[in-house]
């Protein structure tokens, strides 16, 4: 892979990949949430100045919760993911939450996540209006424990 630039991105240029790669059956002009808006942080990670993959910061509680992590598919499985979630930690400096999608719980593991809590629950995305996707919640250790 060529170097892989990992930068702040405005909110709406989430919206293409979330909508390709996430949710695909919510219309792309649906993929705006309310967490977008300031003071949530979106990262995006270019490869030759191509967007290839997305993720949203949102500051909750004290914490940081990761959303809306999307790498376009051809680009999956080549480090990409990765390399933002490091980025992501590295922005956060604080303890980092997020709902994995079941499927995605051993790449978190692999990179230092634990389940936090034993239920399973669904989130249909934006609107509710996609199809029924199953989560964990997952967290790191926070950089001073
Ligand atoms: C999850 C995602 C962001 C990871 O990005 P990526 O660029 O493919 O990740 P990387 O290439 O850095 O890492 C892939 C690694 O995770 C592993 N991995 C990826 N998906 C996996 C899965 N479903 N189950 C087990 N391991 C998996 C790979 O084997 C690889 O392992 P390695 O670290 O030993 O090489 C990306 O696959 C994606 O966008 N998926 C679809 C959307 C999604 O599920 N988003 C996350 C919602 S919680």
Request: aromatic share 8%; charged share 20%.
């Amino acid at each position: 892979m060529d170097a892989l630039a990992i930068r702040p991105i405005p909110p709406e240029a989430t919206h293409a990949l979330r909508h390709r790669v996430l949710w695909p059956s919510v219309p792309l002009d649906a993929q705006g949430q309310a967490f977008d808006a300031p003071p949530s942080v979106h990262l995006g990670a270019f490869a030759d100045d191509i967007l290839v993959g997305v993720l949203t910061l949102v500051a909750v509680e004290g914490k940081v919760q990761l959303r809306k992590f999307a790498v376009a598919p051809e680009w999956q499985g080549y480090g990409v993911g990765g390399a933002m979630l490091d980025a992501a930690i590295a922005y956060s400096q604080k303890q980092v939450v997020l709902d994995a999608r079941r499927e995605q719980v051993r790449f978190y593991q692999k990179r230092g996540f634990t389940v936090l809590s034993p239920e399973v629950f669904v989130k249909r995305g934006p609107g509710d209006a996609g199809p029924p996707v199953e989560y964990v919640r997952m967290g790191n250790t926070t950089p001073d424990a």
